[in-house]
Structures are given as C-alpha cells and as structure tokens.
C-alpha cells in the first residue's frame, strides 16, 4: 500500500488526475481518496491510498505525484492570493500563461484555489492588446476595425496610461486592462471611469494586471475594481510538497 501524504500545508489540486494515473497504469489497483481537490490540507495529512502490485504502484507514482504537486502548487498559490483580499469583492483571475498540454488542469487548480478564470483561449472574448494596437496603428483604428467587426463575445482593452481612457468612453468595450498601472493611478482611473458610468448609465468592468505580487496586491485591490489577474498564479507556483510511502503488506494486517 502507498500513502500519500503532504509534507506542507495548502490546498489541494489534482488528486483525481493522481488517481486516473495509477488507473492507466494499472486498473486492479485500488486508490483511496481521504480528501478532496479544493480542500485545505495541513502537514503530515494522508491524502490517499493506493493498493495493489507494487510494481504499478512505483511504475504511476512519479507521473501522479508529479500532477499532485504542481496543481496543488497551483492551487494553494491562488488560495494566498485570495486570502489577502477577501472582503475587498475584487476577484483573482489567472492568465493564458500556462504550460503547453496543462491549460485545462492548471485553470481548474486555480479554482481549485478559489480564484476564477480569465479567458481560456483567443476564441472566448476579444482582447485588444499593446501589439494590436501597434499592428493597426493606434487605440482609435482598433475601436474603429471592432465597430465593423460586432463582436459577440466580451471586449477587452487592454491601457499603458490614463491619457488612454478616453479612447474607451462610448467604445464597443465590455472591460478595461490597466496594465502595469501604480495603485495611486488605479485609484485615478476608477475616478474617471464612475464618472462616466454616472453621466452616461454605462458601466465598464475594471482589470488590473502586470507584477502583482503577495505583497502588493491588498494595494490594487481597490473600491471599483472588479478583477485582478495574475499570470504567476500557474507560470511561477512552487510546487506543493507531496510524498508516496509505501507499506509492506504484513503490516496492514
């Protein structure tokens, strides 16, 4: 028999993947669970067991643990994240910054965490980012060609500046981007935007992204921003500290 046990707190992603690893590898084996993916786990806790020929038991137990621990990373990454600004109503959201084959697994460790998902793809909302902009020739030429386009997913306009924000009054946008934006210019463009939704009874979701850290995110989590994405949370987790031990048979007895 094989205990898997957690060798550091956090929170917990990925065991039903562990768990259909050791099916494939072997589907006589039979596996436990004694917690679940989203669950808040404390050092030393045995999260599940797997029994069976010790062969498919080491045979599956790098590939399992190594999905356990880089989504539980995840995860409990996302978790901290949340933690400092619960109450704020601000929601962390992940990125497309996910490793290639992973997408799926690693945006459903972040709720898992309990952040959400930004986007999961380019199909499922329009962004028009810097490179956009610089490709067609400036701000106006990109609200102008989407005019044209009537999009009927999400628009996102992605700002460098305050002097910006015009562009996006009266615009086809569903969602600001303020990128690399300080907190004190934050503060600014909220001002501007609820102005605006005042005078004109529209209102446009505020994002706020680039270099957001542990440390620093209680600051951008202000009164009027709605989402706060963070491309760490899947392309830079520390992986969450998991272990396989095995038992001799005599000793279950």
Do not use: W
Not at 11 to 40: C, H, I, K, M, T
Not at 42 to 49: D, I, P, S, T
Not at 111 to 132: E, S, T, W, Y
Not at 187 to 210: P, Y
Request: net charge neutral; with cysteine.
């Amino acid at each position: 028999r094989g205990l898997i046990r957690v060798k550091r707190s956090g929170v917990l992603s990925g065991l039903r993947v562990a768990q259909e690893v050791f099916r494939q590898a072997d589907d006589g084996l039979a596996f436990a669970p004694r917690a679940a993916d989203g669950d808040a786990v404390e050092e030393g806790l045995v999260v599940a067991a797997v029994s069976g020929s010790v062969r498919s038991i080491l045979l599956a137990e790098r590939l399992a643990l190594n999905f356990l621990q880089h989504l539980s990373g995840i995860a409990t990454q996302t978790a901290a994240f949340v933690a400092r600004i619960r109450g704020t109503g601000v929601q962390i959201l992940d990125t497309r910054k996910t490793t290639p084959g992973m997408r799926l697994l690693e945006k459903c460790a972040v709720r898992h965490g309990g952040g959400a998902n930004h986007r999961m793809g380019l199909f499922d909302a329009v962004m028009i980012k810097d490179n956009h902009i610089v490709a067609v020739g400036g701000i106006a030429r990109a609200l102008e060609i989407l005019s044209h386009a009537r999009p009927d997913v999400q628009v996102v306009l992605e700002l460098r500046s305050l002097s910006e924000i015009g562009h996006a009054v009266g615009s086809p946008v569903d969602r600001l981007l303020l990128d690399n934006f300080t907190p004190e210019e934050i503060t600014r463009a909220v001002g501007i935007l609820r102005q605006s939704e005042r005078e004109t009874g529209r209102r446009i979701e505020i994002e706020v992204s680039g270099g957001v850290t542990l440390e620093t995110v209680a600051a951008y989590a202000q009164p009027g921003v709605d989402f706060i994405s963070i491309g760490s949370l899947t392309h830079s987790a520390r992986a969450l500290d998991i272990s396989l031990d095995l038992e001799r048979e005599a000793h279950l007895r």
